[in-house]
């Protein structure tokens, strides 16, 4: 992952996947975007980390063709909706 430098949080929510044991954190950056992690927890073991990754906001909303006024912030995260992928074992 790139340097993001200053990063100013707001918000974050965790949800568990309980088909893979994989918890999943999103937390909202105030002027960008979403972190995202994915890892696990083995209790005696500790935290896994098994993904990083960051959603730059802004030009995902251009590229469908919507735009943000100058000023706009990401004050929250809100999940709407889970897609499990069972062949891949993946969630998005």
Do not use: C, W
């Amino acid at each position: 992952m790139k340097e993001l430098g200053v990063i100013n949080f707001n918000n974050a929510e965790l949800i568990y996947n309980n088909e893979n044991k994989i918890y999943r954190l999103y937390i909202s950056e105030m002027e960008r975007g979403l972190l995202v992690m994915e890892f696990t927890h083995n209790p005696g073991k500790g935290v896994v980390v098994r993904q990083l990754y960051f959603i730059p906001i802004k030009p995902m909303l251009y590229s469908l063709g919507e735009a943000l006024p100058y000023d706009a912030t990401f004050q929250a995260i809100t999940l709407v909706s889970t897609t499990t992928d069972l062949l891949l074992r993946r969630t998005t």
